[in-house]
Every structure is written in C-alpha cells, then in structure tokens.
C-alpha cells in the first residue's frame, strides 16, 4: 500500500474508486495511469483478502465509470490500451515533450509544483522551469508545451521568455489539457 504521491509509479494496482462513489482524477491516479494498466476498484483488494492471494485484476478494471468518463472527457478502457502500447514501446505520453508550467498555475486550481513536477516527469516529459535560451539552446521548441491556468490568466503567457517561446513555435495548453492528455493517454491539441 503506497500512500505516498512521490511512490504512485511504484504502484502495481491503483485503487481508484470505493463502493458508490465515481472516480477522482488525482495527481496519484494520472502518475499510475502512466505506469499500470491495473486501475482497479476496492472491490479487488476486498476480494483478494477474502481469495487470501492476488486476484487477476480484469474483473475489477475501472473501465464502466460513465459519470466519471463523461465529466474527464475519455474513455478508460482506451486509455488503458493506449498506455499499454506506449509502455511497449518503451514510452509514455509525454515522451518527446519539454513542459513549462507559468507561474501562478501550480498550487491554485492545480496540484502543488512538485507534484506537477511528478505527474510531468512520470508520463515521460521534461520538467522544464526555465525558459531561458542557454537553457532551451539543444530543445526543439515545438516540442515544448506551456501550461497556463484554465481560464489562461493572460499574464502568464505574456511573460517576455514565455512569448518568446510561444513566437518560435512552442505550443500553449492549459491544465486541463494536460490532465486531459494524461487521463486519455494521448496527445491531442485542438
């Protein structure tokens, strides 16, 4: 049992819904997402206990929570065959992509830093809090993402190294598209 967020990518079964209640897209769930396919019900560990020895986690995939799916945008059962075939491929979500979260993002409607720094990090992206051109001299700028709130406050994105960014081809998401993008297991810009 890991109770800790910092462990999440350790998890081997993610214990996402309780008897009655729908899922909650947290910070421990999208870093799990990334990492197994097993997003389970406390119905499996119930059961488990009762069986005394893991049981198969199939029977107990979270893959029916329309309520949940509707209001996150996605479809579980997709989800969980899309991070399969990138953990196949020795990849994750974000692979390939540096992320910049704007000041005033982490912490207000969003998760703290560190643990935006954690579900980046762990869906395969590069944490990037600099954006500076000494810093970003080897990146392919379309390949960076800048995160703003949702709603976008308009001074994060101008911010003069962050429209530098933006103007030589960096794209611009909010954090709900990032959290989006890590329930869906795709990377998808409108």
């Known amino acids: 049992m890991l109770e800790d967020v910092n462990e999440a990518h350790l998890a081997t079964h993610i214990i996402a819904s309780e008897k009655g209640n729908s899922m909650r897209r947290t910070?421990?769930?999208?870093?799990?997402?990334c990492h197994t396919g097993n997003i389970v019900s406390v119905d499996w560990l119930t059961e488990s206990c009762k069986a005394k020895q893991v049981l198969p986690a199939d029977n107990f995939l979270l893959v029916n929570d329309k309520k949940f799916e509707k209001k996150c945008n996605f479809e579980m059962r997709s989800a969980l065959e899309s991070?399969?075939?990138l953990r196949?491929?020795?990849?994750?979500?974000?692979?390939?992509?540096?992320?910049?979260v704007c000041k005033g993002v982490a912490g207000e409607k969003a998760p703290p830093e560190q643990e935006m720094k954690l579900i980046v990090e762990h869906a395969?992206?590069?944490?990037?809090?600099?954006?500076?051109?000494?810093?970003?001299a080897d990146v392919d700028l379309s390949k960076i993402v800048i995160i703003t709130s949702d709603p976008e406050v308009q001074k994060q994105a101008s911010v003069k190294p962050v429209k530098n960014v933006l103007d030589k081809g960096a794209k611009k998401a909010t954090t709900s598209w990032l959290f989006d993008t890590l329930m869906r297991q795709e990377v998808k810009f409108d």
């Open 83 to 85: 991070s399969a075939e």
């Open 88 to 100: 196949k491929k020795g990849k994750k979500v974000l692979s390939g992509w540096s992320v910049h």
């Open 124 to 136: 395969g992206g590069v944490w990037t809090p600099s954006l500076s051109q000494k810093k970003l």
């Open 27 to 33: 910070p421990k769930l999208m870093i799990g997402m």
